[in-house]
């Protein structure tokens, strides 16, 4: 299944839910927001969220700001 | 003591997190001005570098935590990032923050008035960042924003209050809190802020990019506190011509009766 996160192409070899994608991708769950097809996935659903081939996952996080 | 929705704060300092050196230096400065609201944005995760830790130093030194929808150019885009923050941050706080002109950074008044009218019915507390303009303080306040956020002067130019008379007449006018944010460049800007009479500040740039962050935010800290101990004793009037302090005795011819 072929998946695009932030631009980026991700290839995932089995069915993945978002919670695995995050492990994947080694990312720090603490700060960070995610939308699947541009809806915002809450985090309580990364879990259980199954991905489906051709997904585009946006993946955003709190940083330094003003 | 200042009450902003659901928060009351004893700072009247808040204080922005970009633009310093390295996290530690950020967190060093963030104590030292006594702030209780800093500010943080929201950014597409670069899957091929790893971003600086700022959240856990944040949450370890105990501030509030207001996310801006910085990068949004349209209140369709401004609303997506507030939800997002939302979902990041775990708060329903939002600085609405809608600058499209990359050179001045002004915001946008009428997507900010849409967005900030949307957020409201949403459950967000709203506090929007505007041009000094008191007619859209007041149709932002009608809308549900919990403060407004005038300018002093564009962000990051450390010019002061160049809006300093429309903010006397908002500050007059509001009846919301008025944070005074962008432009602030001295501790004696923010100070003049807060005789005015605004609420409180908000300062980013000038203390990030001082040579010295965390004496520059004791010294914010105490200009903060001195302007509004000033605004609050009562300032004197302004006259154009002079009014002694002293008796009008020529020195050595008369007695002072």
Same mark, same amino acid.
């Given at each position: 299944?072929?998946?695009?996160?932030?631009?980026?192409?991700?290839?995932?070899?089995?069915?993945?839910?978002?919670?695995?994608?995050?492990?994947?991708?080694?990312?720090? &769950?603490?700060?960070?927001?995610?939308?699947?097809?541009?809806?915002? &996935?809450?985090?309580?659903?990364?879990?259980?969220?199954?991905?489906?081939?051709?997904?585009?996952?946006?993946?955003?996080?709190?940083?330094?700001?003003? | 003591?200042?009450?902003?929705?659901?928060?009351?704060?004893?700072?009247?300092?808040?204080?922005?997190?970009?633009?310093?050196?390295?996290?530690?230096?950020?967190?060093?400065?963030?104590?030292?001005?006594?702030?209780?609201?800093?500010? +943080?944005?929201?950014?597409?995760?670069?899957?091929?570098?790893?971003?600086?830790?700022?959240?856990?130093?944040?949450?370890?030194?105990?501030?509030?935590?207001?996310?801006?929808?910085?990068?949004?150019?349209?209140?369709?885009?401004?609303?997506?990032?507030?939800?997002?923050?939302?979902?990041?941050?775990?708060?329903?706080?939002?600085?609405?923050?809608?600058?499209?002109?990359?050179?001045?950074?002004?915001?946008?008044?009428?997507?900010?008035?849409?967005?900030?009218?949307?957020?409201?019915?949403?459950?967000?507390?709203?506090?929007?960042?505007?041009?000094?303009?008191?007619?859209?303080?007041?149709?932002?306040?009608?809308?549900?924003?919990?403060?407004? +956020?005038?300018?002093?002067?564009?962000?990051?130019?450390?010019?002061?209050?160049?809006?300093?008379?429309?903010?006397?007449?908002?500050?007059?006018?509001?009846?919301?809190?008025?944070?005074?944010?962008?432009?602030?460049?001295?501790?004696?800007?923010?100070?003049?802020? +807060?005789?005015?009479?605004?609420?409180?500040?908000?300062?980013?740039?000038?203390?990030?990019?001082?040579?010295?962050?965390?004496? +520059?935010?004791?010294?914010?800290?105490?200009?903060?506190?001195?302007?509004?101990?000033?605004?609050?004793?009562?300032?004197?009037?302004?006259?154009?011509?002079?009014?002694?302090?002293?008796?009008?005795?020529?020195?050595?011819?008369?007695?002072?009766?």
């Amino acid at each position: 299944m072929k998946i695009d996160v932030n631009g980026e192409p991700v290839e995932l070899s089995a069915q993945a839910t978002l919670a695995q994608l995050i492990d994947v991708l080694k990312q720090d &769950v603490s700060g960070i927001a995610i939308a699947v097809n541009q809806t915002i &996935v809450p985090q309580h659903e990364w879990d259980q969220y199954l991905l489906q081939d051709r997904d585009s996952i946006a993946l955003f996080r709190a940083i330094a700001g003003g | 003591m200042l009450k902003i929705a659901d928060k009351t704060f004893h700072s009247r300092l808040f204080s922005g997190t970009g633009k310093f050196a390295n996290p530690s230096l950020m967190t060093d400065a963030i104590l030292a001005s006594g702030t209780e609201l800093v500010t +943080m944005a929201m950014k597409r995760v670069d899957l091929n570098r790893a971003d600086d830790d700022i959240l856990r130093p944040l949450i370890d030194a105990g501030v509030n935590l207001l996310p801006n929808t910085s990068g949004a150019g349209t209140a369709e885009e401004a609303v997506f990032a507030a939800k997002l923050a939302r979902e990041a941050l775990g708060t329903h706080w939002i600085k609405l923050e809608i600058h499209p002109d990359p050179k001045y950074l002004l915001p946008d008044p009428i997507e900010t008035l849409k967005a900030a009218e949307e957020l409201v019915k949403d459950g967000f507390v709203v506090l929007p960042y505007i041009h000094a303009d008191p007619v859209l303080c007041k149709r932002l306040e009608q809308v549900g924003c919990q403060a407004v +956020m005038p300018l002093g002067a564009p962000i990051g130019s450390n010019k002061g209050l160049k809006t300093r008379d429309f903010l006397e007449i908002i500050i007059e006018q509001a009846n919301v809190p008025v944070i005074v944010d962008a432009g602030i460049g001295a501790p004696s800007h923010a100070a003049e802020a +807060m005789e005015l009479g605004a609420d409180a500040v908000l300062v980013n740039t000038a203390i990030a990019v001082s040579p010295n962050p965390v004496a +520059m935010a004791e010294a914010f800290k105490q200009a903060v506190r001195a302007g509004r101990m000033a605004y609050e004793a009562g300032l004197g009037g302004v006259s154009h011509a002079a009014v002694a302090s002293s008796p009008l005795t020529a020195f050595l011819d008369e007695p002072v009766c």
